[in-house]
């Protein structure tokens, strides 16, 4: 116990004046959870943690983001509140990783979006998105067509569409791109590797890459790190949060897979929209929107229900916000697939559409930005656990 208070003492005596007051926090809690290790077994964290003796802010950075926030340390831990130590591990990863959002964003100036970019600013950015297309049809001719045989481009022409929205997309990715950029250049095992080690960094490379993947693809670290599944409102474990994101992810990757299959069809194959409601863009978009239909709308349902302990409420704006327009692409879209025919397909395609480009103009300062930064982390570990510890303590 004694040995644990010094620890704390010395950290944040450490952590003052040169962190973020959440980096300070963190750094803290890390000490108490490297002298305790109880948690060892757990998820990617804790194996990871105890390769370090003392928390600096690329050290606390990297693993704020390989943490999966699934909540089994906050109920396994024998100090978390009310103990004096009051260590809550996934809350104060969680507000490390909003610091992490804010800072690596492209542009910079642009940071502040992670703390305005709740369900309000969203779906009012996806409204007036859709109100200014709606707009702009209404001043090249009626809103309500005749019924166009689901004929998308004579509402709006193909160009300007791909344009826009090729725009728009190239932003999103360039702006994830920096900031994922700018996260590896302060992570990368290679920024303070000894120079003996460079050979078994460049082997360790591919290996790890597949690793990352493979995790990243089934979610390996939603399970608790014991296979059951996380906590949500107490300490009982649930496959439900992994189930729901997995609906999420595969139903945002098949739209995507719709979109590309359209244009290949567009371009390659000289077939223009309306596609039949068996084709493979329409059989695709559809399964994807039906995953972006279940998997939002459960994890919003967990996320209402969820222990205010386990992460950091004031982030759940953001994190409402995404949901809100995954489901409102979803909801919409398939809205479009069934009024195609109808009077209605100009507003419901605006409105579809304003809502599309509200979701990617957000995308890089909104929760979808955790996903490049904790694949980032996953790939680092699976390198760094290819490498020798630094420590060289006992069996190292």
Known sequence: MQQLEALTREAAALAQGQLAPAEAELARQMQICNACRYCEGFCAVFPAMTRRLEFGQADLHYLANLCHNCGACLYACQYAPPHEFAVNFPQAMAQVRAVTYEEYAWPRAFGGLYRKAGATTALALAAGLALFL?????????????????????????????WV???????AVVALGMGARRF???????????????????????????????????????????????????DRYTQRRRRFHHLTFYGFLLCF??????????????????????????????????????????????????????GDVAQRPMDRGFIGLLLATSLTGFALLLLRASTWMGITLAVHLGVVMALFLTL???????????SAALFKYAI???????????AD
Not at 136 to 161: E, R
């Open 364 to 374: 890089p300062y909104g929760k979808f930005a955790h996903a490049i930064y904790r």
């Open 134 to 162: 709606i707009l702009a049809m209404k001043m090249a001719g009626p809103v309500l067509h005749n019924a166009l045989a689901g004929n998308f481009y004579a509402v709006f022409p193909h160009n300007f569409l791909a």
């Open 384 to 394: 760094e656990k290819r490498l020798p510890s630094r420590l060289q303590l006992g």
């Open 257 to 310: 897979a719709a979109t590309c299959v359209a244009t290949l069809y567009h371009f390659l194959l000289k077939q223009e929209a309306p596609y039949a409601f068996t084709s493979l863009p329409v059989m695709l978009g559809s399964l994807g929107g039906l995953g972006l239909l279940a998997g939002p709308a459960g994890l919003l349902w967990l996320n209402l229900k969820r222990d205010p302990r386990q």
């Open 184 to 234: 590896w250049g302060e992570v990368s095992p290679a920024a303070d590797l000894p120079v003996a080690q460079k050979p078994l960094l460049a082997a360790a490379r591919g290996p790890a890459a597949a690793e990352a993947t493979h995790d990243v693809a089934r979610l390996k670290y939603l399970d608790g790190g014991h296979g059951d599944g996380c906590n949500n409102e107490d």
């Open 165 to 171: 929205f090729g725009v728009v997309f190239a932003f």
